[in-house]
Each structure stands twice: as structure tokens, then as C-alpha cells.
């Protein structure tokens, strides 16, 4: 009895290895990306009441309708085309369905797709999982800036696709307008589809607005644009992401989504509807919150001697412990993300593990703040005191 080829190439996430360790050792868990803090209310009372109420079953395989009615109208906006709620959207269970399901209705067997490295650990297997073979581009430390040069050089006459996430995870970069020409200007000149994980899009500091890559006239028909509910609305646990798709792949990415998961679940959907007309008011309440929380990240970090610099968006902040002074210092990230989880109790994910690219990642684990302030306030008092 074998195992498939496919699931010979990529082994189970390192992120949510560590909170099985941070689970282990009781260690305060800043390794994988999910807030402590509590979920709106009303949220959950839509939830609570949909289910009281009898919502109990499949809802329409695309979403339930009134949530596509409602994406549909944020995307019209926000893209600058006319995405219908009957075509266009499909609500999925996650982003990382979303992120599969335009992997496996986009790429043939043999097809190469180019992931940006450090990247999520989702996009590697999503390329797998549809026989392709994802193919990387490092983006280097300390500013990982993406260099178009070697974006370039990472097209070959097999690439279908290019899989972007901004604000980034890990790296907390929000890719700038030179950055974002470069890709359009490589997405074009080789007729690729680019597909965008936008699952931070309201999470983003000092200012800075997101603009959604498939906004930009040129890329509009050949953008796959996936966002998602967990981390902005704080039910990560939920599963709940969506995909708006142009008409080329729109049916193609509904057919994987009909065979694989069916529906997201129905009354969670319903609750989604009212996360997504909270009033203008949430999203500032939640930024500033975001703003102190990677405040007190950051002056943990710099005062304990790790060399980091403020994540642009989104909630992670790559951190290189090299400078510090414990013999641990010394370790790979592997055993330090090990060594801080069993004996410090902080949990981390080591910087390697966002690479496949051999050499990358050395010396540098990841923090993960979407924490209360007194949870982050507890893991500064253990790494003061051991580091
Ligand atoms: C960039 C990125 N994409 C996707 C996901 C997973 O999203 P979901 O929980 O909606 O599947 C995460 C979670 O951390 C992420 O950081």
C-alpha cells in the first residue's frame, strides 16, 4: 500500500506543529496567527440565533446569498468591475480553500507556479495538490523587498500562475507601487494568472490603505482575488474565506469548491453578513488596537535584544536572534523556536520553515501578536527573564 506522489512532497505545517508544542510545554503561543481576544458580539449572536433559528443545512454551494450579494458589492468597489454575486464570488471554507480551489482550477500537471518566499505554508502544497510545482522567489532580510530581477527569473515556459499575499505573512510587508508594476509587468508579458491572498487587506499601519492588485486595469481579467473573514473579524475557527473570480475561471473554481467542502457552514455565513456590516467604526477600533499591540511587540523584541523592523501590515514580525546574548543564539531556528516554546515558554515559528529555498531563514523566528496586551505584556516578562 502506497501514498500518492502529491503528498510526498510537502509534510504537515510547522506553524500549527507549534502550537501542538505550545500546547505540550503551556507555552504563551505566539506561533500561529490566531487573536485571544474576543469576537464581536454581535457576530456571535447571529451565529447563535441562526442556529437557535433552524439554519441548520447546506445554504446554495456558491454562499449563502445574501453574504455573495454583499461581497459582491465590496468588490465591485473595490476592483472597479461589475462582480456578480451569481457569477463572480464563491464563499469557501477559508482562504486556504480558496487558495487550493484556484490552484487546482488554474494549473495542469507539470505547470509551475511562482510563490513569493518567506510565504505562507498553504501556497507550496496548493501547488502540489494540483500536480504543479511551485517555484520560488526569496524576498531577503531584513527589508524583504521584492526584487524584479529574479521575479523574472523565475519564469519559465511552464509558469501558469503567480501566487501574491499582501500585507505579507510572514514578513509584514505591504508591497509598494514599484513592487506591484513589477508583477503586473512580469504577470503580463507572460500571460499569467495571478492569484492574490488579500486575508490581512484591514490590517495595515501608519496610514497605508491596501489597494487590491486585481483593481489595476490591466490585471482585472486574469486576477483570482482571495480574502477571508478569520482574521479581521477574530473567528479564525470558522473557516471562512471567499474567492471573486472574472468569468474565465469563476465556474472552474465554484466546480472544485462544489466537490470539495459543498457549502461553508450556513449560519456562520449568516453572522459573516453582519461581521461584514459592522460600521466604519470597527475598523478603527481594531486598527488602533493593531497599532498598540504591535507597539508593544516591537519594544519587547528591541529591548530583549532581537533585531526586527515594524511589519508594514499585517500582524507577524520576523525577528533575528542572533544578536542575543544567550548561548541559544547559536542555534538554528528550528531548536531556538524549541528551546523559547519548552524553556522559555514563548512559542515561535522558526524563520527556515517559510523557505524552501536552502540558507533562507537562518537565524530568524517569527512572533505573532494578535494578543491582548497583558499576553504579549506575559511573554516580554518570560523573555526578559531568560534572555
Ligand atoms: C497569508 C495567509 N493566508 C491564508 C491563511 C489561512 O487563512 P484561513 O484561516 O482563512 O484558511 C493565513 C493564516 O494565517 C495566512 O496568514
Same mark, same amino acid.
Given at each position: 500500500?502506497?501514498?500518492?506522489?502529491?503528498?510526498?512532497? &510537502?509534510?504537515?505545517?510547522?506553524?500549527?506543529?507549534?502550537?501542538?508544542?505550545?500546547?505540550?510545554?503551556?507555552?504563551?503561543?505566539?506561533?500561529?496567527?490566531?487573536?485571544?481576544?474576543?469576537?464581536?458580539?454581535?457576530?456571535?449572536?447571529? =451565529?447563535?440565533? +441562526?442556529?437557535?433559528?433552524? &439554519?441548520?443545512? /447546506?445554504?446554495?454551494?456558491?454562499?449563502?446569498?445574501?453574504?455573495?450579494?454583499?461581497?459582491? %458589492?465590496?468588490?465591485?468597489?473595490?476592483?472597479?468591475?461589475?462582480?456578480?454575486?451569481?457569477?463572480?464570488?464563491?464563499?469557501?471554507?477559508?482562504?486556504? !480553500?480558496?487558495?487550493?480551489?484556484? =490552484?487546482?482550477?488554474?494549473?495542469?500537471?507539470?505547470? !509551475?507556479?511562482?510563490?513569493?518566499?518567506?510565504?505562507?505554508?498553504? &501556497?507550496?502544497?496548493?501547488?502540489?495538490? %494540483?500536480? +504543479?510545482?511551485?517555484?520560488?522567489?526569496?524576498?531577503? =532580510?531584513?527589508?524583504?523587498? @521584492?526584487? =524584479?530581477?529574479?521575479?523574472?527569473?523565475?519564469?519559465?515556459?511552464?509558469?501558469?500562475?503567480?501566487? @501574491?499575499?499582501?500585507?505579507?505573512?510572514?514578513?509584514?510587508?505591504?508591497?509598494?507601487?514599484?513592487?506591484?508594476?513589477?508583477?503586473?509587468?512580469?504577470?503580463?508579458?507572460?500571460?499569467?494568472?495571478?492569484?492574490?491572498?488579500?486575508?490581512?487587506?484591514?490590517?495595515?499601519?501608519?496610514?497605508?490603505?491596501?489597494?487590491?492588485?486585481?483593481?489595476?486595469?490591466?490585471?482585472?481579467?486574469?486576477?483570482?482575488?482571495?480574502?477571508?473573514?478569520?482574521?479581521?473579524?477574530?473567528?479564525?475557527?470558522?473557516?471562512?474565506? /471567499?474567492?471573486?473570480? #472574472?468569468?474565465?475561471?469563476?465556474?472552474?473554481?465554484?466546480?472544485?469548491?462544489?466537490?470539495?467542502?459543498?457549502?461553508?457552514?450556513?449560519?456562520?455565513?449568516?453572522?459573516?453578513?453582519?461581521?461584514?456590516?459592522?460600521?466604519?467604526?470597527?475598523?478603527?477600533?481594531?486598527?488602533?488596537?493593531?497599532?498598540?499591540?504591535?507597539?508593544?511587540?516591537?519594544?519587547?523584541?528591541?529591548?530583549?535584544? &532581537?533585531?526586527?523592523?515594524? #511589519? !508594514?501590515?499585517?500582524?507577524?514580525?520576523?525577528?533575528?536572534?542572533?544578536?542575543?546574548?544567550? #548561548?541559544?543564539?547559536?542555534?538554528?531556528?528550528?531548536?531556538?523556536?524549541?528551546?523559547?516554546?519548552?524553556?522559555?515558554?514563548?512559542?515561535?515559528?522558526?524563520?527556515?520553515?517559510?523557505?524552501?529555498? #536552502?540558507?533562507?531563514?537562518?537565524?530568524?523566528?517569527?512572533?505573532?501578536?494578535?494578543?491582548?496586551?497583558?499576553?504579549?505584556? %506575559?511573554?516580554? !516578562?518570560?523573555?526578559?527573564?531568560?534572555?
Amino acid at each position: 500500500m502506497r501514498l500518492s506522489h502529491r503528498v510526498t512532497q &510537502f509534510r504537515e505545517s510547522v506553524i500549527r506543529d507549534m502550537t501542538r508544542l505550545a500546547l505540550r510545554h503551556e507555552a504563551i503561543n505566539l506561533s500561529q496567527g490566531f487573536p485571544d481576544f474576543a469576537t464581536a458580539d454581535v457576530i456571535l449572536e447571529t =451565529a447563535v440565533k +441562526a442556529i437557535r433559528d433552524g &439554519f441548520n443545512q /447546506y445554504t446554495l454551494t456558491w454562499g449563502y446569498p445574501p453574504l455573495l450579494e454583499k461581497l459582491a %458589492a465590496l468588490y465591485s468597489e473595490r476592483l472597479g468591475w461589475e462582480v456578480s454575486p451569481e457569477r463572480h464570488v464563491t464563499v469557501t471554507c477559508g482562504v486556504s !480553500e480558496g487558495i487550493i480551489d484556484a =490552484a487546482l482550477a488554474v494549473l495542469n500537471p507539470g505547470d !509551475e507556479m511562482i510563490v513569493l518566499e518567506p510565504a505562507h505554508d498553504n &501556497f507550496r502544497p496548493a501547488a502540489y495538490i %494540483a500536480n +504543479a510545482t511551485p517555484v520560488p522567489v526569496p524576498l531577503e =532580510a531584513p527589508d524583504f523587498r @521584492l526584487d =524584479a530581477a529574479r521575479l523574472r527569473a523565475a519564469v519559465s515556459s511552464r509558469t501558469r500562475a503567480l501566487l @501574491l499575499n499582501t500585507p505579507h505573512n510572514p514578513t509584514g510587508r505591504v508591497f509598494d507601487e514599484a513592487e506591484m508594476t513589477a508583477v503586473t509587468e512580469v504577470v503580463l508579458e507572460n500571460d499569467l494568472v495571478l492569484i492574490t491572498d488579500e486575508i490581512y487587506d484591514r490590517i495595515l499601519y501608519d496610514g497605508r490603505q491596501h489597494v487590491s492588485p486585481g483593481s489595476r486595469e490591466a490585471l482585472r481579467e486574469r486576477t483570482i482575488t482571495i480574502g477571508g473573514l478569520g482574521k479581521t473579524y477574530a473567528i479564525t475557527g470558522w473557516r471562512l474565506g /471567499y474567492v471573486i473570480a #472574472p468569468d474565465a475561471f469563476a465556474q472552474g473554481i465554484r466546480q472544485i469548491h462544489d466537490y470539495t467542502t459543498v457549502c461553508a457552514a450556513t449560519p456562520l455565513q449568516m453572522a459573516a453578513l453582519t461581521a461584514l456590516n459592522l460600521p466604519q467604526s470597527y475598523y478603527e477600533e481594531s486598527l488602533q488596537a493593531y497599532h498598540g499591540r504591535r507597539a508593544l511587540m516591537m519594544e519587547i523584541l528591541w529591548d530583549v535584544g &532581537f533585531a526586527a523592523r515594524e #511589519p !508594514e501590515g499585517a500582524y507577524y514580525v520576523m525577528a533575528d536572534y542572533t544578536g542575543l546574548n544567550a #548561548p541559544q543564539a547559536q542555534l538554528a531556528p528550528m531548536p531556538f523556536a524549541q528551546w523559547l516554546t519548552s524553556e522559555v515558554g514563548v512559542a515561535v515559528v522558526p524563520g527556515d520553515s517559510f523557505y524552501s529555498l #536552502p540558507g533562507y531563514g537562518a537565524g530568524i523566528v517569527r512572533f505573532a501578536y494578535p494578543k491582548k496586551l497583558e499576553t504579549l505584556e %506575559a511573554a516580554g !516578562e518570560r523573555l526578559r527573564a531568560n534572555l
